[in-house]
């Protein structure tokens, strides 16, 4: 029993995971697509520019996932694997990723929920792969680590020591 | 759970501020929100009730600065006080990296102090998180106040210390912030390792900043 670890996204899984949402976003036709860790970090994002502050975004949508596992258990389910907000103009459709991650559509008027749950379902599939295959290299020590390996002196510095 | 993101190159890291109801975690973020640049910070979200006691959580993102080119994110998260948002309280721990307990220095909270700690240690070891193992300080809140309770006092309750059987660990340890003080020291045969603790007077910003750069510069040495 120890804490929560760590790990890290690198910039050929982050292109991968990107691709993936621009081939959701065109054949939804829904206006942006967001990943999110389950501790409410943004990973990645594709389409429209964001109007609103990403990271705030990301915290919000863990924290409305977690808070929905948790009424799902009280009514004897084990999860709820989608969630769906409709709004008047804007809705958003959001999917749970292997339990690791959450996929967040953003779409209007332009395309139907209907669609965007369709071709949702496929990517959920290609990027738990995607996700499978990185933490699968994660736990066997391969890849990125040790960013910080050393940076005692440099950390000291950083907080005026 | 720390995530290094090599495409933003940013170090994201959660932390967060846990405590019993009204023992100043909400001021101490809005603390930092006042006073840190606007642009190393992002928008402040409070999840509260009509009379602003926090319903779900607050949460900010600070950056602390860089580190070997990346920038440092800090999530900090505050968690309902009240003994019935347990649930809530619960979800808000999912992943953290680095705990703060913020406790009410008055004498009469001192119940509700062990009772939210008691209450840490269940929600946290339910994840499998070990506190003794992971970032994790102590703050002493409304230091200003008549009523406050003797720091050693608080210590005895709230922070009395675990043992250390790592042999490489059994060894007197100087607590940094305080001198005279240690970290680690024996204690009738026993090797005791106690969590670093923080006097503060969140409303005026007193300690709020020494606490908060503590906890992250052990959340970043645990990484490096």
Redesign the interface.
């Known amino acids: 029993m120890t804490g929560a670890g760590t790990w890290s996204l690198g910039e050929s899984d982050f292109q991968r995971i990107t691709a993936q949402l621009q081939g959701l976003l065109q054949e939804s036709n829904a206006r942006c697509a967001l990943v999110v860790d389950r501790a409410g970090q943004l990973l990645a994002s594709a389409g429209e520019q964001l109007q609103f502050d990403p990271t705030a975004f990301a915290s919000l949508t863990a924290a409305d996932f977690s808070a929905n596992d948790q009424l799902a258990k009280m009514i004897g389910e084990p999860e709820f694997a989608s969630l769906f907000h409709q709004g008047e103009k804007e809705s958003m459709y959001l999917a749970d990723i292997g339990r690791r991650v959450i996929l967040v559509v953003l779409f209007d008027q332009r395309t139907t929920v209907g669609l965007v749950r369709l071709r949702v379902k496929q990517t959920v599939a290609e990027l738990a792969a995607v996700f499978d295959e990185m933490f699968g290299r994660l736990a066997s020590g391969d890849g990125q680590r040790g960013l910080l390996e050393g940076a005692e002196d440099e950390i000291d510095k950083l907080f005026g020591e | ?7 933003s190159r940013e ?2 890291c ?1 932390l967060v501020y846990y405590g019993p109801g009204l023992g100043g975690k909400t001021t101490n973020l809005e603390h930092v929100y006042g006073k840190v640049a606007p642009e190393t910070r ?2 402040m ?1 409070s ?1 509260a009730t009509e009379t602003e006691r926090t319903l ?2 607050d ?1 900010l ?1 600070v950056d ?5 080119g ?1 920038k ?2 800090f ?1 900090l ?1 505050t968690v309902p006080g009240q003994v019935y948002y347990n ?2 309280r619960k ?2 721990l ?4 680095g705990v703060v307990f913020v406790a009410d220095s008055q004498i009469e909270r001192m119940e509700a102090n062990v009772e939210s700690m008691q209450n840490l240690y269940d929600n946290m ?1 339910q ?4 506190l003794t ?2 970032p994790f300080v102590v703050q002493y809140n409304k230091r200003d106040l008549p009523n406050a309770a003797p720091i050693k006092d608080l210590q005895g309750q709230l922070n009395p210390g675990w043992s250390v059987e790592e042999p490489a660990k059994q060894k007197p340890t100087p607590d940094p912030w305080h001198s005279g003080d240690f970290l680690v020291s024996q204690v009738d045969g026993m090797w005791i390792e106690r969590a670093p603790y923080f006097e503060s007077v969140a409303v005026s910003g007193e300690g709020v900043f020494d606490t908060l ?1 503590a906890v ?2 052990m959340v ?5």
């Open positions: 759970m720390s995530m290094i993101n090599y495409a170090i994201n959660k992002g928008k979200v999840l779900f959580f949460f993102p602390l600065g860089t580190i070997r990346f440092t994110r999530h998260y649930a809530s979800l808000i999912k992943g953290v990296d070891a994840y499998g998180y070990d193992k992971i750069k992250a510069k970043l040495k645990s990484l490096s």
